[in-house]
């Protein structure tokens, strides 16, 4: 790369960006609706005068987390860079992490959105990363959109692809939908739950949930009280079962005293769209009565904003 194509981030710009957690598949919405959570990642990233990487993590997963190049954040920090023809400069990482890691909450999708919301922050005033742009480039990152696309856009959003690549649309929720999550203590593999789905699925199972899929659609944006049946899925959630029994009891449980409980993304955790606070409530006293093991109860709102990227002064918070 010519000297000219150097970076143009000055020495000592600062962004601070907020990601949301996000619940995808919500039942039968399988790879193609997904939810944005009031949990947050949070980061500081600033230029460097000098080529290093100077990381530091707190929260979830902090004893776990790369402090070097292979950092996730990092690495989409650096994707997005490559892709516009920038030098990415020496940068410091500041990382407080919230949203639980392995658990089906978005965690890893809430660090590529926080890569690339960093980077346009970062190169603000020399290249713009639009939102059609950066959502093919979380996609290119993340495999699929259906976690990327809530992070930085909020709200409910349904994610297809088409032949010019990602796409998106996002739904207001009713105001009576109120998310709960139980999490617990163990994770779960996202790759390994892909493993245990068959390549396909009988025609029936397929009618089924484009069925609920659409039902659900109506149910999050109009209509709370249809969130029971319209949360019904044939496709992943009982082959995925056996890997995680005690997340298969509890949704079980939750759905046979009428809550509509689902498993959030790949699992382990659960998520509940429950018709009011009230329900959630409820939903939580269930779950500490047939649980065998802990399960930490998330009351939680939609997320309606998305991923946020502004300048950060030295010294605030």
Do not use: C
């Not at 998106?168 to 105001?175: A, D, G, N």
């Not at 409530?281 to 998305?306: H, I, N, S, Y």
């Amino acid at each position: 790369m010519s000297a000219a194509a150097a970076s143009t981030v000055p020495a000592g710009r600062s962004v601070v960006v907020r990601v949301p957690a996000t619940s995808a598949n919500l039942g039968p919405g399988f790879d193609t609706l997904g939810l944005a959570l009031s949990v947050y990642d949070e980061l500081i990233v600033t230029a460097l005068d000098h080529d290093a990487l100077e990381i530091e993590v707190t929260g979830q997963g902090s004893e776990d987390v790369p402090r070097d190049a292979s950092n996730l954040v990092v690495r989409s920090i650096a994707y997005a860079f490559e892709a516009v023809g920038r030098r990415m400069p020496g940068l410091r990482l500041q990382a407080r992490n919230v949203i639980p890691h392995g658990r089906g909450m978005g965690s890893s999708g809430a660090a590529v959105v926080s890569g690339l919301l960093a980077a346009k922050g970062l190169l603000a005033g020399d290249v713009v990363l639009g939102d059609e742009t950066l959502l093919s480039l979380a996609t290119e990152l993340e495999g699929h959109p259906d976690n990327v696309a809530p992070a930085l856009f909020g709200g409910l959003t349904i994610a297809w692809m088409d032949e010019t690549g990602p796409q998106h649309k996002k739904l207001l929720v009713h105001r009576g939908v109120s998310p709960l999550v139980f999490v617990p203590e163990f994770t779960m593999s996202t790759k390994l739950a892909r493993s245990l789905q068959p390549l396909q699925v009988p025609r029936e199972d397929a009618v089924f949930n484009v069925s609920r899929s659409a039902l659900l659609i109506a149910a999050l944006t109009q209509s709370p009280e249809l969130l029971l049946a319209a949360t019904e899925d044939k496709l992943h959630q009982n082959y995925r079962a056996q890997a995680m029994p005690d997340t298969d009891k509890l949704v079980r449980a939750l759905r046979e005293h009428g809550f509509a409980a689902v498993v959030s993304g790949a699992g382990p955790s659960v998520l509940v769209l429950a018709d009011g606070p009230g329900r959630r409530l409820e939903a939580a006293r269930v779950a500490q009565e047939v649980a065998d093991t802990p399960w930490e109860a998330l009351m939680l709102a939609v997320d309606f904003k998305g991923g946020t990227v502004k300048e950060h002064a030295e010294g605030s918070t």
